[in-house]
Structures are given as C-alpha cells and as structure tokens.
C-alpha cells in the first residue's frame, strides 16, 4: 500500500523560508516513480509546484522558480522542498504526489496523493 505523509508547514512570516517533507512507502513494488510537489490556495485552482523525474531531474514552477527547490534524501523515501523568500501569496496547502504509470511527473496525471500540509504566510 502507496503512503506518503507530508509534514513541515506552519505559519511563518513573509521572507522566511521553510522546508517541507514527504515521507513515502510501497513505491518499491513498482518498476519506477516520480514525484511532485503541488499547492491549492483558498479559492485557487491547484497547480503543481515542482516535479522530480525518474532520472533525477527537476522542474520548478515559474511562480516559484528561483525560491523552491524540490530533493530527497539518499534513501529516496523523503521528497523535500525547501522554500526560501516566502511571499503571502506562496500559503497554501500543499501536497505531496507520486506516478507511478509511465511518463513525466511535469505532465501531472499522479496517481497517489498526501493529505497535504498547510502552510500560512502573513504580511
């Protein structure tokens, strides 16, 4: 069974910076994942933050480029992305997502999703 366990967000204030963690487990029983980081504010849309390919590549969001950086750790069973310069336009929930059919994280069609962690910013 797919789990992934985002924790981190809180609420900070505007220009701090905070990282965000996504624990996961029973993506080993398939061939080969990606992983993506994606946010919905109050009343928006969700939209899709930063992605980790299988190949180990990355893309960042132009909204965020510059400020977020998604990673995992050696083990490849936490996916991170730290926050840096954080705008009150940036809170949001934010959650963590895995694809396991073929193709690119960056595309979206995920197939397993967190909870979500929430993160606030205030002026």
């Known amino acids: 069974q797919v789990q992934l366990v985002e924790s981190g967000g809180r609420s900070v204030q505007a220009g701090e910076s905070l990282r965000l963690s996504c624990a996961r487990s029973g993506l080993s029983s398939f061939r080969s994942h990606c992983m993506a980081w994606f946010r919905q504010g109050s009343g928006k849309a969700r939209e899709q933050v930063a992605a980790l390919e299988r190949d180990g590549s990355s893309s960042i969001s132009g909204s965020v480029k510059g400020r977020f950086t998604i990673s995992q750790n050696a083990d490849k069973d936490i996916l991170y992305l730290q926050m840096n310069s954080l705008k009150p336009e940036d809170g949001a929930m934010y959650y963590c997502?895995?694809?396991?059919?073929?193709?690119?994280?960056?595309?979206?069609?995920?197939?397993?999703w967190g909870n979500g962690t929430l993160v606030s910013i205030s002026s």
């Open positions: 997502a895995a694809r396991v059919n073929p193709g690119f994280c960056a595309y979206g069609g995920m197939d397993y």
